[in-house]
């Protein structure tokens, strides 16, 4: 181990900064937002610098920041209790290393690690929570990845989940005096519902929780803070691509103990779930249920009662054509915790790997999403309210109307060379993009063997896919 990695609390105290370039702005702002006082030597100063400083004065109200517009001499050492060396002139960087050091000063040299004593490591920031990462200067590239990757798995909430912890600890030392007891409790505390509410927003319901598993531990002695408590978690799992799921989908997808999935559920996403989550498919396709949405409602109501962490996990948005607000409707009602995860819908997802904008200042101000399937035969909608040159229409679950949908808005007066795009498994590499208008698409169509899901996207916009298609699939 060639570093100690150590914390510092330099909140308050003086940090001096030598060279006033964008390569001293990099490690300003780390200084800045640990709460340093600032020290600058430099005979220039960018803009950029001197605006960062003057609003931190701004915004601490106090001598916080101090500017000294020369070369550096040895007295600006003085007090200091880390010297950063973030000049061009390696002749100044050796300097500000040698005398720093003969003082015991810590003193970083930006770019040459053989003249620190300290390095700055790539942080992830949950605070009070924090991540360092190094490769004491071996990879900086590589430490970023790493950062990237750690960052997409901690809550962003993660930093209110330790300051209630934080807020408790007293309160369990005092209730719980057995050491091993108290680690128990913690462990138990710190996973299920509890965390979930502060990643929901809701801390009052954290910390009541947490108030009533610390009576729970006291009373049995066991330090156990709670049962499993079942849950629900009801998730966009987007238009395909396992890339546009969101860090919190990806994280409950982890923890789910059993996953309810749709049709439209791609294996790519599925295959992000946990091994051993057990996977229950209720997908549906016309004339072809596999469960009613009545058994699927009893049948999440069911596993969470047996304390299960249940994923429902929808195609798209689950509450844009999913059925999803009929789903925690019946879950309220039957007092079972539940969260919703927005997803990308359908509708943004193919568009945008389409080429095509839903909105555009030059061909509409607005959009429309439309459920384009046909009650017992019929599909029956405002036709003329639909027709507006300045507007998209995007229809869902249209491929077996697409026909019936292309007639009606020309029989209400739009016109037969209105662009129209039918898309076919957005977002994923075999995605096919059919552009013709209201008269030609349904002919290529039927002449395609396309088969879903699709999604129809009506409107001049459609004519920009030419100029803007950027996503090249296997069947483009």
């Known amino acids: 181990m060639n570093y100690l990695p150590l914390f510092h609390r330099i909140q308050g105290r003086t940090c001096l900064v030598v060279g006033g370039g964008q390569v001293a702005l990099r490690k300003l702002r ?10 600058m030597v430099a ?18 109200s106090a001598n916080v920041a101090v500017i000294r517009q020369r070369e550096f001499i040895e007295t600006d050492l003085d007090g200091v209790v880390l010297a950063v060396a973030a000049t061009a002139d390696q002749t100044v960087n050796t300097q500000v290393s040698q005398q720093a050091q003969a003082r015991n000063i810590a003193v970083n040299v930006v770019d040459q690690p053989e003249l620190c004593t300290v390095i700055f490591p790539a942080v992830i920031d949950r605070s009070p929570v924090q991540v360092a990462i190094s490769s004491g200067g071996a990879s900086p590239v590589l430490v970023r990845q790493l950062r990237g990757q750690l960052e997409a798995l901690l809550p962003a909430a993660l930093g209110r989940l330790a300051e209630l912890a934080g807020r408790f600890r007293h309160r369990v030392q005092a209730r719980i005096a057995d050491g091993g007891a108290r680690r128990r409790f913690w462990e138990s505390a710190l996973e299920g519902e509890i965390p979930e509410r502060v990643y929901a927003g809701d ?15 006291e009373a049995t002695g066991e330090g ?10 009801l998730v966009g799992a987007g238009p395909g691509d396992p890339d546009l799921l969101t860090f919190r989908a990806l994280r409950l997808m982890q923890q789910a103990d059993v996953v309810l999935y749709d049709r439209l559920v791609s294996p790519g996403v599925l295959a992000m779930v946990r091994r051993d989550a057990a996977q229950i498919y209720v997908g549906k396709r016309a004339g072809c249920h596999s469960l009613s949405q009545p058994e699927i409602n009893d049948k999440l109501i069911e596993l969470a009662r047996d304390g299960k962490r249940v994923l429902r996990l929808k195609g798209g948005d689950p509450f844009i054509f999913g059925r999803g607000g009929e789903e925690i409707e019946r879950l309220s009602g039957a007092g079972i915790t539940f969260q919703v995860v927005p997803g990308i819908t359908a509708a943004t997802g193919c568009a945008s790997y389409a080429g095509i904008p839903l909105t555009h200042r030059d061909c509409a101000q607005s959009v429309r999403f439309i459920a384009g399937h046909k009650q017992d035969g019929k599909l029956e909608l405002d036709w003329s309210n639909l027709v507006n040159d ?3 229409l995007v229809f869902y679950m249209s491929l077996r109307g697409l026909e019936d949908i292309c007639s009606k808005l020309r029989e209400h007066g739009m016109p037969a060379d209105m662009p129209a795009a039918l898309v076919a498994k957005g977002t994923l590499p075999e995605q096919r993009v059919l552009v013709g208008d209201l008269q030609s698409l ?3 169509v039927r002449d395609s063997g396309v088969r879903a899901p699709t999604l129809l996207i009506i409107g001049r916009v459609v004519g920009l896919r030419g100029k803007l298609n950027w996503f090249k699939g296997t069947k483009e």
């Open 390 to 392: 300045n507007e998209t």
């Open 30 to 39: 780390i200084l800045t937002e640990a709460g340093a006082h600032i020290v």
């Open 442 to 444: 349904p002919i290529q």
């Open 203 to 217: 801390t009052d319901g954290a910390e009541s929780a947490l108030e009533q598993a610390l009576a729970i531990a």
């Open 224 to 233: 156990q803070a709670q049962s499993h408590k079942g849950e629900v978690y």
């Open 43 to 60: 005979p220039e100063v960018d803009e950029a610098v001197a605006q960062l400083l003057k609003a931190y004065q701004q915004a601490r």
